[in-house]
């Protein structure tokens, strides 16, 4: 059955693009030099945040127990959704633009972690 929208849709050219391109990536393939940058980056912040989770809970517990427990639920929520929407992106879920705020999460969980880092290793010296 050939109806109006059939012929509406041959029209804009809307079938063959979507049957010539079902089996394209949705984005495009990434260079070789931005994948070893995301992978790159995703271990540096893995160690950085998975050691200023330990420090959280080894240095100066016996203070602030409440303070370090806040902040280290904040690290890990904050790593969660970084790496989901590290993961939804890989996928295809996420529309490119969407890099740039996957950057700047990975940037300010980075900077967080170094703030922990100098807060702890301040509570260290008291």
Same mark, same amino acid.
């Given at each position: 059955?050939?109806?109006?929208? @059939?012929? *509406?849709?041959? @029209? !804009? +050219?809307?079938? @063959?693009?979507? =049957?010539?391109?079902? =089996? %394209?990536? *949705?984005? +495009?393939? %990434?260079?070789?030099?931005?994948?070893? /940058?995301?992978? %790159? &980056?995703?271990? #540096?912040?893995?160690? !950085?945040? +998975?050691?200023? *989770?330990?420090?959280?809970?080894?240095?100066?517990?016996?203070?602030? $127990?409440?303070?370090?427990? #806040?902040?280290?639920?904040? /690290?890990?929520?904050?790593?969660?959704?970084?790496?989901?929407?590290? &993961?939804?992106?890989?996928? +295809?879920?996420?529309?490119?633009? #969407? /890099?740039? $705020? !996957?950057?700047?999460?990975?940037? !300010? /969980? &980075?900077?967080?972690?170094?703030?922990?880092?100098?807060?702890?290793?301040?509570?260290?010296?008291?």
């Amino acid at each position: 059955m050939y109806n109006e929208t @059939d012929s *509406l849709r041959d @029209d !804009l +050219g809307v079938r @063959d693009s979507i =049957s010539s391109n079902i =089996s %394209a990536p *949705l984005f +495009g393939e %990434a260079n070789p030099q931005t994948r070893y /940058l995301q992978w %790159a &980056l995703a271990i #540096f912040t893995i160690v !950085l945040a +998975g050691t200023t *989770l330990i420090i959280a809970c080894t240095v100066g517990t016996e203070h602030n $127990i409440g303070l370090h427990v #806040f902040m280290s639920l904040t /690290l890990i929520g904050l790593t969660i959704t970084t790496f989901i929407l590290a &993961l939804w992106y890989e996928e +295809g879920d996420l529309h490119p633009k #969407f /890099l740039y $705020i !996957l950057y700047s999460q990975t940037i !300010l /969980l &980075l900077m967080f972690s170094i703030l922990l880092f100098i807060y702890f290793g301040m509570e260290k010296k008291r």
